[in-house]
């Protein structure tokens, strides 16, 4: 589904990623690991599209096309969901409204017809009601005062609402209670089937006790230096990564 | 010609000034171009104006005379030669596009984006024939508004021309007119009250709740916008009103200076909604042509609990000057100023409010949301005055300033006057840009670039949109998007 090969990329002209190559297939959930400033974060945007995060040499293939030649909007047309970090405010715009505006503008972009809202509504309802999510988050502005655990769900909502099929999950678990933590990675286990694929980005083991990956990958300074089964992950709990990148 | 005869006489035995002058021209729809008395004099014949009215006009524009245009907004434009314009010309006629064929397909666009039904487009464009469909119902809007007029009558409401207020309303007219804005207010209004060709008139009679939103019927008749407009609307005690004027859909129009003045009176506790759309043409992105718009508007509350609102949604014209005001002297009375400016490319909008606190318990709401993008420049200018009698008054006002790119200006002036011990005034501003992290975050849950800066915009833009009508609140919020076009990237 993804082909990451040899990918370098820059950020305000310092190079962050040096040559990442990984291979994801369809049904498979990946995890990334690393310390602080390993590249993680800029890999997921990356991949998504942002601005300012200039891809040097490398090729991505998404479904056998090239996804650097896509805009942003674009890529999220065709499947690709980034779970941010830092969900970012938007003042004074409801997340129902939000959601609806991104759900109509994506099966826009892939020809389907756009729903109304009384459709909406009854689809975000039977999601929020999964997820075990207050209606009430429906009508607050987007992630305007929401505690950090509700951002996390916020994201983990929209996701459920627009099914990806590349679920790029940046650091879902920080800033996250065990409870909170179980309800994201509720979300995320829902929607995984064999046509699916997550890469899950983390710094910690634990989120990894609920998404169990099938793949583990650690990330040190912009390239992949160590893969394994989720047994890595424990591995990395116990002994650090100043060890592994020590050894 | 019988009309014309008399008025040539008329004109006439006012003005002997008229034997060396154009009056073999009389018969003409347009008067000579420039500005004297003898223009004044022959808008007035033309108009079969009383001559009490004719005075009035005389005195404004003697005034006028001795007045230099101001020059303390944060705008900027060439000098205008006030002897270059045509202060008067009958409806054009002449040269209408035959169908929407040939009209503009850029303005057609826009009518498309706003979601405009066709049959209004024609209306809108000026298509020759257009308003003759409306009329025999074919057209919804319009043969809603006929009905409308009726229910209007049947509840005493008085809604027409301010010429045929003039002529069939004369006490109510010569009792109000300049009591709000008077001719020497400021050097527009002056001129203004000199040339006056068109406009509205409404007087809600005691105790009438206005069976409609005059909004629906103003939408068709905006259609026709004068150069210079009055307005004169006066709600009786207990009595209430919701008008909106202007259109989302842009005007193109041949004349660059606009001069309104808008009068609103409100007695004891009545209540005046004035929302207003202007969408008027904002001139290319190197700034050449559009609109200057310097417009009057102030409400005066004059009876006790009287409210007025003032709700503008400002996108278009090269040049914004407009204060809308209120004056709130009777007890308990309130006003508001709920403002969005617009200003994208090379467009200028110094814009705000006046709030002057008489009455004691007297209470205002600001809020004004200006947004620039490209190289625009946005200022707000607010006045809050607390009178020496204005006991316990109140002021709350909240100023923010959205920045898109990095080549535009917003600029915040309040003056803030209080004589009041006991009043109460709040200020707060604030001024942000659109992140490219909110861009971001929008364009990867699937809207494109536009998409995401017309809902972030919106966000930003929520509270005033509420206040408008419920069928323009719509339109607007497309209106906001369409207006940023081109802004980012």
Redesign the interface.
Known sequence: MLEIKDLHATVGGKEILKGITLSIKAGEIHAVMGPNGAGKSTLSYVL?????YEVTSGEVLYKGENLLDL???E???KGI??A?QY???????PSA??LK???N??RK?RGEPEVDAMEFLKLIREKTKELGIKDDMLKR?VNVGFSGGEKKRNEVL?MSL?EPDMMLLDETDSGLDIDALKIAADGVNRLRSPERAALVITHYQRLLDYIVPDFVHVLADGKIVKSGDKSLALELEEKGYAALSAA | MVVARETVEQVASVSDKYKYGFISDIEADTAPIGLSEDIVRFISAKKEEPEWLLEWRLKAYRHWLTMVEPDWAQVHYPKIDFQDIYYYSAPKTKDKPKSLDEVDPELLEVYKKLGIPLKEQEVLAGVEGAHNVAVDAVFDSVSVATTFKARLEKEGVIFCPISEAVRDHPELVQKYIGSVVPYTDNYYAALNSAVFTDGSFCYIPKGVRCPMELSTYFRINAAQTGQFERTLIIADDESYVSYLEGCTAPMRDENQLHAAVVELVIMKDAEIKYSTVQNWYPGDENGVGGIYNFVTKRAACRGENAKVSWTQVETGSAITWKYPSCILQGDNSVGEFYSIAITNNMQQADTGTKMIHLGKNTSSTIISKGISAGKAQNTYRGLVRMGRKAENARNHTVCDSLLIGDKCGAHTVPYIENQSRTATIEHEATTSKVSEEQLFYCQQRGLSEEESMALIVNGFCKEVLQKLPMEFAVEAQKLVGISLEGSVG
């Open positions: 998504a599209g942002r601005d300012g805009s942003p909007d890529r999220a047309a969901f980034l941010f969900p970012v405010e938007i003042p004074g715009v409204t939000f505006t991104a759900y503008a994506q972009a502005a929209q627009l």
